[in-house]
């Protein structure tokens, strides 16, 4: 029910951009980890966080991804950092049609982290697991939010899907795919 609270563990990953040298360690092992089957392969454009660059500068900047977004932003900020201009897209990790950023490169679906949730639990996100200069690092936290039914990746997905292809194509599809089995 909306309006209720509870206590509820929060995992939060903190960058500290001072430290990150961009060496993208965080990308190969996030890939290997969303790899399926696990650790099969490493492609980072199935990272759920990117670093981007600005070698000139030396800036390195790890995004996560986060939450999808059937609309583009309405407002672009524009970010001064050491004196050098960055549009906002450029630290967003939100999913949306503007770019391909944490999409599957195959399916086109989003990809959102889930802070390398598994069964059995590790103790923290591989990414900040394999950060040696500590500029990714997981704190949690217990705090009082809001009951919510956040949707999980099958919902995330599904809404993509249907936002980019309709009811009826994903019903048509569904369709002949189960009298396949």
């Known amino acids: 029910m909306k309006g209720e609270l509870e206590k509820k563990k929060v995992g939060r990953i903190r960058v ?13 092992a996030c890939s290997a ?9 490493i492609n980072p454009s199935r990272s759920r966080i990117r670093v981007v660059t600005d070698l000139m500068d030396d ?17 672009r900020r524009v970010y001064t950092i050491q004196g050098k ?3 906002e897209c450029s630290f967003c990790g939100t999913i949306c049609p503007s770019r391909d950023l ?22 923290e996100p591989l990414c900040v697991q394999v950060c040696h200069l500590d500029a990714l690092t997981y704190e949690v936290t217990e705090e009082e939010v809001e009951k919510d039914d956040k949707p999980d990746e099958v919902e995330l997905g599904l809404k993509s899907l249907l936002d980019k292809h309709g009811k009826d194509r994903i019903a048509d599809t569904f369709a002949r795919l189960s009298k396949k089995e």
């Open 85 to 87: 201009e960055y549009k």
């Open 102 to 123: 944490f999409k599957d490169p195959d399916s086109g679906l989003p990809l959102k982290c889930d802070l390398c949730e598994d069964d059995p639990a590790i103790e």
């Open 59 to 75: 800036v390195f900047v790890p995004i996560r991804s986060c939450d999808y977004t059937k609309a583009e932003c309405d407002g």
């Open 16 to 28: 500290d951009l001072d430290k990150c040298n961009g060496c993208r360690a965080c990308e190969m």
């Open 33 to 41: 980890f969303h790899a399926v089957p696990k650790y099969s392969n």
